[in-house]
T-cell receptor, first 115, second 115 residues
């Protein structure tokens, strides 16, 4: 019963490069949320996706950031032309919604360091 | 908008001491409330949850009661262990909303338990 998988666990990029973060939800889960955690802070919501659809991207910066959750394969968070301020831990969570509600299960995170 | 406020840490306790971490929230409607725990270098693990007023969530000796009248969800444990050392996050979501149930997190409280 594999949990939420994220890779890579650690990613180092130089300013101006692209970062691509992957998230595989738990089996049977069709909802994916991405959060960002800056050092010594709580998590902040970025984007919510269902298969092939972005439902809410209100927490995601308008430029350089994009996300997708294709019909097949993992969800991808893509950051173009990274800057030092993008250094953070990025967590995804997947969930299954039932009539009893929804609980999100988190992956181990990708720690991005921009040099 | 929604917000969560939790006591700042670090909280340092001796083993077998009583733990309380305060959490209050501001939200419209009837949110679901959660406590997550984060061990060093890892993702968030769900510790307990409550989905309606007066519900008590419990797990591994930890408890929290959903108090609507005081908009609080304080975390308690009667006797802490060194292995409980971690960062604890209080969070809320909208409940069961088709437009998404993104979590709003508090800033986290670091707990250090000394032998």
């Amino acid at each position: 019963n594999a949990g939420v998988m994220q890779n890579p666990r650690h990613l180092v990029r130089r300013r101006g490069q692209e970062a691509r973060l992957r998230c595989s939800p738990m089996k049977g889960h069709s909802h994916v949320y991405w959060y960002r955690q800056l050092p010594e802070e709580g998590l902040k919501f970025m984007v919510y996706l269902q298969k092939e659809n972005i439902i809410d991207e209100s927490g995601m910066p308008k430029e350089r950031f994009s996300a997708e959750f294709p019909k097949e394969g993992p969800s991808i968070l893509r950051i173009q032309q990274v800057v030092r301020g993008d250094s953070a831990a990025y967590f995804c969570a997947s969930s299954l919604r039932t009539e009893r509600g929804e609980t999100q299960y988190f992956g181990p995170g990708t720690r991005l360091l921009v040099l | 908008g929604n917000s969560v406020t939790q006591m700042e840490g670090p909280v340092t306790l001796s083993e077998e001491a009583f733990l309380t971490i305060n959490c209050t929230y501001t939200a419209t409607g009837y949110p679901s409330l959660f406590w997550y725990v984060q061990y060093p270098g890892e993702g968030l693990q769900l510790l307990l949850k409550a989905t309606k007023a007066d519900d008590k969530g419990s797990n591994k000796g930890f408890e929290a009661t959903y108090r609507k009248e005081t908009t609080s969800f304080h975390l308690e444990k009667g006797s802490v262990q060194v292995s409980d050392s971690a960062v604890y996050f209080c969070a809320l979501s909208r409940g069961n909303n088709n437009a998404g149930n993104m979590l709003t997190f508090g800033g986290g409280t670091r707990l250090m338990v000394k032998p």
